[in-house]
């Protein structure tokens, strides 16, 4: 039997956390998502405000953990160290931050030179340094580790099996394929389909990369009134990613990382018109606007 992925949406907020009565249905929790596999342990994806919650749901299992990072603007970064699971000792904690360079698994974990060069410094444990945090990052319990080298292979050693493509967005950023016995799921957030600068990956790129998947869970923080004070900026159009969902024949497109101003009742509409849409365009095509407890399997 096909043991699926479960999926579950702890923060769906882009930016900086919104919190209040206009975001209470949908969430004002910073990006992470959580992706649970039989006998392979949690996959967590970015480490937003949403990993608190993620944290008190899990803490009192013993599954490993393996987090893995879009990019390290602090949006997705920043619930790192209130993830219950860190201070637990017993727990087995691998961390990934993102896949932007030749030399580590991102470009963004750093050697420091410093006693003998054997310190790795990555972004979820650099803002643990005591100015930033009060608790340090050598004083975590369960002594975290940074996979710097051979990241996807360790994670396929793992049983997850993922592959990446470079988004657009100002800083760098990756987006992510997860497979899993015949079923697909993409996650491609802080993606700039259409962007003014230089594309790291082009819309035929993202179509492939796309095609026939699940679940694609995409950035969508703009809409047309946003324009064109925001472009630039690092992100989609919701009119932009449900045509990506059209062009890759994705059976389910899931709107995601919301402009922090974006009320309950604005993203009630959004999902609305995109549903309209999509019953013009491709009816086949379900789509869905993100929001925290968001659960489905793949």
């Known amino acids: 039997m096909k043991s699926p992925m479960t999926v579950r949406f702890w923060g769906v907020r882009g930016s900086i956390p919104s919190p209040g009565i206009p975001t209470a249905r949908y969430g004002g929790n910073t990006p992470c998502v959580s992706i649970q596999q039989a006998e392979k342990g949690i996959l967590v994806l970015d480490a937003g405000t949403g990993i608190r919650e993620l944290g008190k ?11 893995l990072l ?51 410094v990555c972004p979820l444990l650099d803002q643990m340094d005591g100015a930033h945090f009060p608790v340090l990052s050598e004083n975590v319990p369960s002594q975290p580790k940074c996979v710097t080298e051979g990241e996807m292979n360790f994670l396929r050693s793992r049983g997850f099996h993922i592959s990446t493509i470079a988004a657009n967005h100002p800083g760098g950023s990756f987006g992510y394929r997860i497979e899993n016995e015949g079923g697909s799921l993409v996650f491609l957030t802080d993606n700039e389909l259409d962007p003014p600068y230089e594309k790291a990956t082009d819309l035929r790129g993202f179509v492939e990369f796309c095609r026939n998947a699940d679940v694609l869970i995409h950035d969508a923080q703009y809409v047309e009134r946003d324009m064109p004070h925001k472009h630039g900026w690092g992100h989609s159009l919701v009119r932009q990613a449900c045509d990506l969902a059209v062009q890759a024949r994705v059976k389910h497109l899931i709107l995601y990382h919301h402009d922090p101003d974006r009320t309950d009742q604005e993203l009630d509409s959004i999902q609305e018109q995109a549903r309209s849409w999509f019953d013009g365009q491709s009816p086949r095509i379900a789509c869905t606007v993100a929001f925290e407890g968001l659960s489905l399997e793949v």
Not at 104 to 120: E, F, N, P, W
């Open 57 to 67: 749901a899990i803490a009192a299992g013993n599954d490993e953990i393996f987090i």
């Open 70 to 120: 879009t990019h390290p603007h602090w949006d997705h970064i920043q619930g790192f160290p209130f993830f219950i699971p860190i201070y637990q000792p017993h727990r087995r904690i691998f961390m990934f931050p993102t896949h932007l360079g030749p030399t580590s698994i991102c470009g963004l974990c750093q050697r420091v030179k410093a006693q003998g060069d054997k310190t790795i």
